[in-house]
């Protein structure tokens, strides 16, 4: 099993910027601006400014801007603070095929780490496109236990390969650095989304931080097992891992070209189902509804999104991951954004009581469907009599029905608002979305501490 770690390990070394493909890079860039402005927005949050403040201290090499906040750190508490804000908001990119989010796993130690040491653009794109690359095909080879959290598990190792390819590693070190980092990951818990236990919000952090963890290791002396994403993604965390999926069309086929972007402030598998209902709010006079017109709200989904059936969540984390409460508050609200799920929007009566009478459940034929498909059937029972029903079959943003650029280009600067001026989220717009061609990534970072 052996011999596909060293056929990625050789890939990765030997990956040029001038061997990716154009539509890897504009996809990469799309990615990188997506989610600097998630970190930016996730860094107002009450538990990120907290972490922040109690983490930074006034030694160390402060090299590592802390998005959003004007702030700088060492590299590595960098990554680990900007890859939690990035996952608070829940509005960070993610791959449907590994069955997580890369990109904020990878590209927070990305960023660290080319500003401390002056990489240009086109070095910090190649590194976090190969490192989405690996953490994601491991998502693919293996299919994690049920009751884990894909957070914190192989995004570990993609943070470190990203790391690794900017030191310039050899493949032998390569190999080395991802059998050590694939040991590094966290035991999560699934429970923590359904529950709102916000320690969910800091496993893709630690991962940014365990990849410059697993490099200080490496280059200390220290080995790992001879093939660690066998043994932990094939036993471990995991009952099966396949290794000609690591290999399979490499260098051909990029998933960071396969992701997908979000435009509601909640998780994924709520997607497909708030989809159908602004189908159904579309047709209703002026495109919406209110909460006293609805009798009921019937949800047919895939067993992933089936599980998101909690009428009565508690907190602000456990209704972005409840489907009854994310219909209800966009009912409310009239649309799915950041404010739809603040903590006055959990509490809110109307809300609630509306949630309780959405019902989730599972139609074994869609979940048949996945991972192709993400579908969802709902069905709106009005006080008037009438009986209205919408289904899809995947979540806008997906790759078979992606945003245009314009959508996301929106979502930026909706996001950037109060956190940057005008001006300067104008360039920070066009600076990543042509890193290509900075000669230093610092032109970029200096632009990203300009607060407002």
């Not at 653009?121 to 994601?136: K, Q």
């Not at 109307?350 to 959405?358: F, K």
Request: charge should be neutral; hydrophobic fraction near 35%.
């Amino acid at each position: 099993m052996s011999n596909y770690l060293d056929e990625i390990s050789a890939f990765i070394c030997s990956c040029r910027f001038s061997d990716l493909p154009q539509k890897v890079i504009r996809r990469g860039c799309e990615v990188v601006v997506d989610t600097v402005a998630v970190v930016a927005a996730g860094s107002r949050e009450e538990e990120v400014k907290a972490l922040t403040k109690r983490i930074i201290d006034g030694g160390g090499k402060k090299k590592g801007t802390i998005i959003g906040t004007g702030l700088r750190t060492e590299p590595p508490k960098a990554a680990l603070i900007n890859g939690t804000a990035g996952t608070f908001l829940e509005l960070d990119e993610g791959n449907q095929f590994g069955r997580g989010h890369p990109g904020i796993h990878v590209i927070p130690a990305a960023l660290a780490l080319s500003e401390e040491k002056g990489f240009s653009g086109r070095d910090f794109l190649t590194a976090l496109i190969l490192g989405y690359e690996i953490g994601t095909r491991i998502g693919i080879a293996s299919k994690l236990r049920m009751s884990m959290h894909p957070h914190g598990t192989w995004g570990t190792v993609g943070a470190a390969v990203t790391v690794g390819k900017l030191m310039g590693y050899d493949q032998p070190t390569m190999k080395r650095i991802i059998n050590v980092s694939s040991s590094l990951g966290l035991a999560t818990s699934r429970q923590t989304m359904l529950q709102g236990g916000t320690v969910r919000n800091v496993y893709a952090g630690v991962s940014g931080f365990m990849g410059f963890l697993a490099h200080e290791l490496v280059q200390s002396g220290f080995t790992g097992e001879i093939d660690g994403l066998g043994t932990i993604f094939g036993t471990v965390v995991s009952d099966s891992f396949d290794p000609n999926a690591m290999t399979e069309d490499l260098g051909t086929r990029y998933e960071i070209a396969r992701n997908y972007f979000k435009r509601h402030a909640c998780c994924r598998y709520n997607h497909g189902s708030l989809d159908a209902l602004e189908q159904i709010m579309a047709k209703r006079p002026g495109g919406k509804c209110s909460p006293d017109e609805v009798i009921k709200v019937e949800v047919e989904t895939y067993s992933l999104a089936a599980q998101l059936c909690d009428q009565d969540p508690q907190n602000v984390l456990a209704g972005k991951f409840s489907i009854p409460f994310a219909l209800a508050t966009t009912i409310f609200h009239g649309n799915s954004g950041v404010e739809s799920f603040r903590s006055e929007a959990i509490t809110n009566p109307t809300v609630r009581e509306l949630a309780r009478r959405i019902k989730v459940s599972e139609d074994p034929k869609l979940t048949a469907m996945m991972p192709n498909h993400r579908p969802s059937r709902v069905t709106v029972t009005f006080k008037d009599g009438s009986v209205s029903e919408a289904q899809v079959m995947t979540n806008k943003g997906d790759t078979e029905d992606p945003y245009p650029r314009e959508v996301l280009r929106e979502k930026f600067f909706e996001l950037a608002k109060g956190i940057w001026q005008d001006g300067i989220a104008q360039e920070i717009y066009e600076d990543t979305m042509k890193l290509e061609s900075l000669d230093n990534l610092n032109r970029l970072t200096e632009k990203l501490r300009k607060i407002a």
